[in-house]
């Protein structure tokens, strides 16, 4: 099928809630995929922070194999050895030391939020069922992470939403000290809202919230589904401001591709939840884990957050450069691989623009530019997009 038959059979047989882009992609290599038609793209989106380790990686691609033929499935009934062994790189190499896992961001985000409810209720605080969230946050698409979402946009049409959320502006110390009481059960965020426009959370900020919970026995829920695993320059975001939340959520990166996510927790919260409390079908199954396990391991041999860090420092100095030319560019944000180039308009024509240039960009929140490249991008591909980028800057300006 070429992009014109699977465009059309789409608009037939699938549920039309996806804003999508004209393509349909076929295949996939290292930072390029390749559409029905044949058109070559460097792919600065990775799926939307999916493909950390690039398209059709050999060694990810070998460990699903492998695990197909072997088990795909065998249900949480049983004990699952690629599961526990991905639980055990997770939590040897963070602050955590339980983990459970889910299918997605969302389920992820889910789950943590049981959790929370659920450690209030086992230290004999059941009222406190209040969960802070900050503005402009994404937690994903079910009820109650969408309830969790400060977005207004998002939640209309599906009320009543969950009970339970207070929002307060992000980085805003006063106002989220002012929120607290004795209802709260636990505070959530991204360490770099990512949906929201590429904001990163002010260390100092992340510090004293930490202080707060510890004084308080609130739960810290950080959602890494986006920041997680190497995106930031760090393995997980959270160390950039030396203190941890109690638990983490993980999900994109996590399977190179293959549908994963997982809460992650310490001993003092995760000891709330009892046999029943929670569960999933298919989470932590050998085919998804056997992923996760491969790439963990490329991620930790070959450093993939220091070259994320490294590229990513790279390419902020060539769009500070980009920023001197074009005046319709206002802030340059982000950390490691997820950068934001905040514009003065809405950045559809220059999402467009890269596009027919072959390149795949993100636009977010409107007027936000987000670079989300494979953290294995070489520099000849940063080069590569920042000609592309400066090309289509130039036409959507004229
Ligand atoms: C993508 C994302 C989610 C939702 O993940 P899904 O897999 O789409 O459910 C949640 N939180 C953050 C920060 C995300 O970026």
């Given at each position: 099928m070429?992009?014109?038959?699977?465009?059309?059979k789409?608009?037939?047989?699938?549920?039309?809630?996806?804003?999508?882009l004209?393509?349909?992609?076929?295949?996939?290599?290292g930072?390029?995929?390749?559409?029905?038609d044949?058109?070559?793209?460097?792919d600065?989106?990775?799926?939307i922070a999916?493909?950390?380790?690039?398209?059709?990686?050999?060694?990810?691609?070998?460990?699903?194999?492998?695990?197909?033929?072997?088990?795909?499935?065998?249900?949480?009934?049983?004990?699952?050895?690629?599961?526990?062994?991905?639980?055990?790189?997770l939590?040897?190499?963070?602050?955590?030391?339980?983990?459970f896992?889910g299918?997605?961001?969302?389920?992820?985000?889910?789950?943590?939020?049981?959790?929370?409810?659920?450690?209030a209720?086992?230290?004999?605080?059941?009222?406190?069922?209040?969960?802070?969230?900050m503005?402009?946050?994404?937690h994903?698409?079910?009820?109650?992470?969408?309830?969790?979402?400060?977005?207004a946009?998002?939640?209309?049409?599906?009320?009543?939403?969950?009970?339970?959320?207070?929002?307060?502006?992000?980085?805003?110390?006063?106002?989220?000290?002012?929120?607290?009481?004795?209802?709260?059960?636990?505070?959530?965020?991204?360490?770099?809202q990512?949906?929201?426009?590429?904001?990163?959370a002010?260390?100092?900020?992340?510090?004293?919230?930490?202080?707060?919970?510890?004084?308080?026995?609130?739960?810290?829920?950080?959602?890494?589904?986006?920041?997680?695993?190497?995106?930031?320059?760090?393995?997980?975001?959270?160390?950039?401001?030396?203190?941890?939340?109690?638990?983490?959520?993980?999900?994109?990166?996590?399977?190179?591709?293959?549908?994963?996510?997982?809460?992650?927790?310490?001993?003092?919260?995760?000891?709330?939840?009892?046999?029943?409390?929670?569960?999933?079908?298919?989470g932590?199954n050998?085919?998804?884990?056997?992923?996760?396990?491969?790439?963990m391991?490329?991620?930790?041999?070959q450093?993939?957050?220091?070259?994320?860090?490294?590229?990513?420092?790279?390419?902020?100095?060539?769009l500070?450069?980009?920023q001197?030319?074009?005046?319709?560019?206002?802030?340059?944000?982000?950390?490691?691989?997820?950068?934001?180039?905040?514009l003065?308009?809405?950045?559809?024509?220059?999402?467009?623009?890269?596009?027919?240039?072959?390149?795949?960009?993100?636009?977010?929140?409107?007027?936000?530019?987000?670079?989300?490249?494979?953290?294995?991008?070489?520099?000849?591909?940063?080069?590569?997009f920042?000609?592309?980028?400066?090309?289509a800057?130039q036409?959507?300006?004229?």
């Amino acid at each position: 099928m070429n992009n014109a038959e699977i465009i059309a059979k789409g608009q037939k047989y699938c549920l039309n809630v996806f804003n999508r882009l004209p393509i349909a992609m076929v295949r996939g290599e290292g930072s390029y995929v390749f559409d029905a038609d044949g058109n070559k793209y460097l792919d600065f989106v990775s799926g939307i922070a999916v493909n950390a380790l690039g398209h059709a990686h050999p060694y990810v691609a070998a460990a699903l194999a492998e695990q197909a033929a072997q088990l795909i499935h065998s249900s949480n009934l049983y004990w699952i050895e690629p599961q526990v062994r991905l639980a055990e790189v997770l939590v040897e190499n963070s602050a955590f030391d339980k983990v459970f896992f889910g299918n997605s961001g969302a389920e992820a985000n889910e789950g943590a939020l049981k959790l929370a409810r659920k450690y209030a209720v086992y230290k004999g605080r059941p009222e406190r069922q209040q969960v802070i969230t900050m503005q402009s946050s994404f937690h994903g698409r079910t009820l109650a992470t969408l309830t969790a979402t400060g977005q207004a946009k998002m939640h209309q049409g599906f009320e009543p939403l969950a009970a339970g959320f207070t929002y307060v502006p992000f980085n805003d110390w006063e106002a989220l000290q002012a929120a607290v009481n004795e209802q709260t059960c636990a505070i959530m965020l991204e360490p770099v809202q990512g949906e929201g426009g590429v904001f990163p959370a002010d260390p100092e900020y992340l510090r004293q919230i930490r202080r707060l919970c510890d004084e308080r026995d609130v739960v810290l829920i950080y959602d890494e589904v986006q920041t997680g695993l190497g995106r930031t320059g760090k393995l997980f975001a959270y160390q950039h401001a030396g203190v941890a939340p109690d638990i983490m959520t993980l999900a994109k990166a996590l399977g190179g591709g293959a549908p994963i996510g997982a809460f992650l927790s310490t001993d003092k919260v995760a000891a709330a939840f009892k046999p029943g409390d929670h569960g999933s079908t298919f989470g932590g199954n050998p085919l998804v884990c056997a992923a996760g396990l491969a790439v963990m391991k490329i991620m930790l041999e070959q450093d993939i957050p220091g070259r994320a860090a490294m590229l990513g420092e790279y390419l902020r100095g060539k769009l500070t450069e980009l920023q001197a030319k074009y005046p319709c560019i206002k802030e340059i944000r982000g950390q490691g691989l997820l950068l934001g180039v905040q514009l003065d308009r809405p950045g559809a024509d220059v999402v467009q623009a890269c596009l027919r240039r072959g390149v795949l960009l993100n636009c977010t929140a409107g007027t936000v530019l987000r670079l989300i490249p494979p953290l294995n991008v070489s520099h000849a591909e940063a080069d590569e997009f920042m000609a592309v980028l400066d090309a289509a800057l130039q036409e959507v300006l004229q």
